[in-house]
């Protein structure tokens, strides 16, 4: 019974084990971390070539950082990202279809633009827009294509999928 026991527990132990990502360690080692207080927000939802396409913009004045690539703390800084909410769906149904109720990875997607808090200010999760961590394989649904766009001064995108927003740990 012992040796049965053991050859069991031997063998669950040899099993792959897929589980679900800490959202902490999407927003651990991000090149910024910045508290900042909004100031004006432009949302827009437009119908691309049959697809709902939002590209949120943020401005806001830095109020805290953490990870900072430069030190913002008083400047102004742009947070600017494109979604296509279309391509977000059809991946999202893709990935259920596939995985159904498993445990194991999540669906991860574009950031939905952040919550204010009471000080009408928001954590974001972000790196410079164009540099290596700007141009990163985006997650499902996001338009990454940047050619010909330029960008001046401190212009930022989200790099922590759904968990751009949130509070660092």
């Not at 080692?29 to 927000?41: A, F, G, L, W």
């Given at each position: 019974?012992?040796l049965?026991?053991?050859?069991?527990?031997?063998?669950?132990?040899?099993?792959?084990?897929?589980?679900?990502?800490?959202?902490?360690?999407?927003?651990?080692?991000?090149?910024?971390q910045?508290?900042?207080?909004?100031?004006?927000?432009?949302?827009?939802?437009?119908?691309?070539?049959?697809?709902?396409?939002?590209?949120?913009?943020?401005?806001?004045?830095?109020?805290?950082?953490?990870?900072?690539?430069?030190?913002?703390?008083?400047?102004?800084?742009?947070?600017?990202?494109?979604?296509?909410?279309?391509?977000?769906?059809?991946?999202?149904?893709?990935?259920?279809?596939?995985?159904?109720?498993?445990?194991?990875?999540?669906?991860?997607?574009e950031?939905?633009?952040?919550?204010?808090?009471?000080?009408?200010?928001?954590?974001?999760?972000?790196?410079?827009?164009?540099?290596?961590?700007?141009?990163?394989?985006?997650?499902?649904?996001?338009?990454?294509?940047?050619?010909?766009?330029?960008?001046?001064?401190?212009?930022?995108?989200?790099?922590?999928?759904?968990?751009?927003?949130?509070?660092?740990?």
């Amino acid at each position: 019974m012992r040796l049965l026991l053991l050859f069991a527990l031997a063998t669950s132990l040899a099993l792959p084990v897929r589980a679900a990502i800490n959202p902490a360690e999407f927003t651990r080692n991000v090149p910024d971390q910045m508290r900042v207080r909004e100031t004006s927000r432009i949302v827009q939802v437009l119908d691309i070539n049959g697809d709902r396409v939002r590209r949120v913009t943020l401005v806001g004045e830095v109020v805290e950082q953490r990870n900072a690539s430069q030190p913002r703390i008083g400047q102004t800084v742009v947070i600017d990202y494109t979604v296509n909410l279309s391509e977000v769906e059809r991946r999202a149904k893709a990935f259920s279809e596939e995985r159904g109720t498993m445990p194991g990875p999540q669906f991860m997607y574009e950031p939905e633009p952040p919550t204010l808090d009471a000080d009408g200010m928001f954590w974001a999760n972000v790196a410079p827009a164009g540099g290596r961590w700007g141009n990163v394989n985006r997650e499902a649904g996001a338009v990454a294509d940047i050619d010909g766009y330029q960008a001046g001064g401190a212009v930022y995108v989200p790099v922590s999928g759904q968990y751009s927003f949130d509070t660092p740990y």
